[in-house]
């Protein structure tokens, strides 16, 4: 209808924006893709079908991986985490605008972020559960403290207690995108050393050098716990060896993290 052309309606000039947008960011043109003759294009790409030439790079780079598992996600019935999408929402229009390129860096810090507060999460929830795991080693013997032959194990109340400040405050400023660079590096160097405090201490009851327990410690985490449980020991090592197995995932994602961190 003459009228229709002279004055679009709001729809559609949003819905040719749409495509229009699409296209740019796949590199290929509307003409390119509408007024070249398809001989010309079975020539080139051997009967390759026409959609495949105009979702090559969305298949293939790198700057769409995000957007492939949300789209398999979805078709799978299992869906990408609604918090992690709720942030990739919020992304600025002002990167969007610069490209997806763009778009897909400030994803990677995103799900960066998104996976030390997860990580960070079960290592408080862990510490928390119960809280009189914490009592300082000597104070308390028995129930769910550590027995009485551990009570010179040189991990104290306090290593307990600053672990738990510091991954609570990691999570947070992961949550908050608050992080710097310099406060997730010190939360690291808090977080190591507690790891390898109190992965000697379960090595030794193992009977097992510390470089040895490291090294095969995320192999079979199940093994671990027969074998304390084998050796007698109470609940607080197997407390602990479960703290470990949370610490481990949180280390690695902060790993992946402060490369992004700017």
């Known amino acids: 209808h003459p009228n229709e052309v002279e004055n679009p309606r709001p ?25 070249t003759n398809l001989g010309t294009y079975e020539e080139a790409i051997g009967l390759q079908p026409l959609s495949d030439v105009s979702f090559s790079r969305y298949k293939s780079a790198d700057c769409y991986a995000f957007w ?36 897909a860096a400030e994803i990677a810090r ?6 030390v507060e997860q990580a960070a999460e079960a290592v ?24 009485r032959e551990f009570a010179e194990i ?10 738990l400040i510091v991954v609570r405050e ?17 939360a690291e160097v808090v977080a190591t050393s507690f790891w390898k405090a109190a992965g000697r201490v379960v090595a030794a009851k193992l009977n097992l050098g510390s470089d040895e327990f490291f090294k095969e410690f995320g192999k079979e ?19 602990l060896l479960g703290l470990l197995e949370k610490l481990r995932p949180l280390l690695d994602a902060i790993e992946k993290w402060l490369p992004l961190l700017g």
């Open 110 to 115: 995103i799900e960066a972020a998104f996976d």
């Open 221 to 239: 985490y199940g093994k671990w716990g027969g074998r304390l449980a084998a050796a007698g020991t109470g609940g607080f090592l197997l407390w």
């Open 68 to 103: 492939r598992d949300w789209h398999h996600g979805i078709l799978a019935g299992k869906p990408l985490s609604w918090d992690l999408q709720h942030r990739v929402a919020l992304i600025g229009e002002e990167i969007w605008n610069v490209g997806p390129e763009a778009v």
């Open 154 to 163: 040189p991990i104290k109340r306090a290593d307990f207690e600053e672990l």
């Open 11 to 35: 729809y559609d000039v949003a819905a040719q924006a749409c495509i229009q947008a699409f296209y740019d960011d796949l590199g290929v043109s509307l003409a390119e893709i509408w007024n």
């Open 170 to 186: 990691l999570s947070l400023a992961a949550e908050l995108n608050t992080a710097t660079k310099q406060g997730v590096e010190e």
């Open 124 to 147: 408080v929830s862990t510490l928390e559960t119960p809280p009189s795991i914490l009592a300082e080693p000597h104070a308390h013997i028995g129930h769910n403290n550590p027995p």
